[in-house]
């Protein structure tokens, strides 16, 4: 992300608009590209400017704000509903929204649903980083030297090594039986180039994506399967691990 996230306000109450947009702009992250009363009209902006965010009441004239939000959310547009009646924050629970902000409006309330929305884009822009970084697909060499199969990797578990031999296993989902192949454990993590692809002991490498859970000395992965994690590769795996923590 660079610059400022851009933020948009709906309400039919000038007051309530006037104070967001001061409450958001003593943030310091966000830029307020504009404040409407008409919902149509917040609607074609958000689209226009490629909003990041809208704040938008829930009960307008004519319109109801958990329909508005319907709209952006359906175009990846963030939304936070605000209403000055608590009972309304239960039309919202099956809507995918940032949070509910109840009037009147607060600093706290603005401060809180802003930095809501942050750790909800932190979230998502490191699970597209990680979807980038990751190969959907790599080559690999089969029994025959004359044939080369592809492996799509977001199917794959991990690998255990066998002298120079590797199975690979996938999750039960993806319907693939076990394979084995020509290859060491060694030439497996030098050939994917993933970083979360790793090795976790001196027999398994591990796709770090399927882990579910980690205890000191084993992994647990999809479909419960438990993965021993060698000493002198501990280290190096918890360090992987904890700087994907929230």
Same mark, same amino acid.
């Given at each position: 992300?660079?610059?400022?996230?851009?933020?948009?306000?709906?309400?039919?109450?000038?007051?309530? *608009?006037?104070?967001?947009?001061?409450?958001?702009?003593?943030?310091?992250?966000?830029?307020?590209?504009?404040?409407?009363?008409?919902? *149509?009209?917040?609607?074609?902006?958000?689209?226009?400017?490629?909003?990041?965010?809208? !704040?938008?009441d829930?009960?307008?004239?004519?319109?109801?704000?958990?329909?508005?939000?319907?709209?952006?959310?359906?175009?990846?547009?963030?939304?936070?509903?605000?209403?000055?009646?608590?009972?309304?924050?239960?039309?919202?629970?099956?809507?995918?929204?940032?949070?509910f902000?109840?009037?009147?409006?607060?600093?706290?309330?603005?401060?809180?649903?802003?930095?809501?929305y942050?750790?909800?884009?932190?979230?998502?822009?490191?699970?597209?980083?990680?979807?980038?970084?990751?190969?959907?697909?790599?080559?690999i060499?089969?029994?025959n030297?004359? !044939?080369?199969?592809?492996?799509?990797?977001?199917?794959?578990?991990?690998?255990k090594?066998?002298?120079?031999?590797?199975?690979?296993?996938?999750?039960?989902?993806?319907?693939?039986?076990?394979?084995?192949?020509? !290859?060491?454990?060694?030439?497996?993590?030098?050939?994917?180039?993933?970083?979360?692809?790793?090795?976790?002991?001196?027999?398994?490498?591990?796709?770090?994506?399927?882990?579910?859970?980690?205890?000191?000395?084993?992994?647990?992965?999809?479909?419960? !399967?438990?993965?021993?994690?060698?000493?002198?590769?501990?280290?190096? *795996?918890?360090? *992987?691990?904890?700087?994907?923590?929230?």
């Amino acid at each position: 992300m660079s610059g400022k996230f851009k933020i948009g306000i709906l309400d039919d109450e000038p007051k309530a *608009l006037a104070l967001m947009a001061h409450y958001i702009k003593e943030e310091g992250d966000f830029d307020v590209l504009f404040q409407e009363d008409s919902p *149509l009209k917040a609607m074609s902006l958000a689209l226009e400017k490629e909003l990041d965010l809208l !704040i938008t009441d829930i009960h307008m004239p004519n319109t109801n704000g958990i329909w508005v939000a319907q709209q952006m959310i359906s175009h990846d547009i963030a939304v936070a509903i605000t209403s000055g009646v608590w009972e309304s924050a239960h039309m919202c629970i099956n809507l995918d929204i940032v949070g509910f902000i109840h009037k009147p409006i607060s600093q706290k309330g603005i401060s809180d649903i802003l930095e809501k929305y942050k750790l909800k884009y932190a979230i998502q822009s490191h699970k597209e980083k990680m979807l980038q970084v990751m190969p959907e697909k790599m080559f690999i060499k089969s029994n025959n030297p004359y !044939i080369i199969e592809s492996l799509d990797l977001n199917h794959v578990l991990y690998f255990k090594g066998a002298k120079d031999y590797a199975e690979i296993y996938f999750s039960a989902s993806s319907g693939q039986k076990k394979l084995l192949y020509q !290859i060491s454990l060694h030439d497996i993590t030098k050939s994917i180039e993933d970083p979360m692809v790793v090795r976790v002991h001196k027999s398994y490498v591990v796709n770090v994506r399927k882990i579910r859970k980690c205890i000191y000395d084993k992994a647990i992965l999809e479909d419960g !399967i438990e993965i021993p994690i060698g000493p002198s590769y501990r280290a190096d *795996l918890f360090k *992987l691990l904890e700087s994907r923590c929230l």
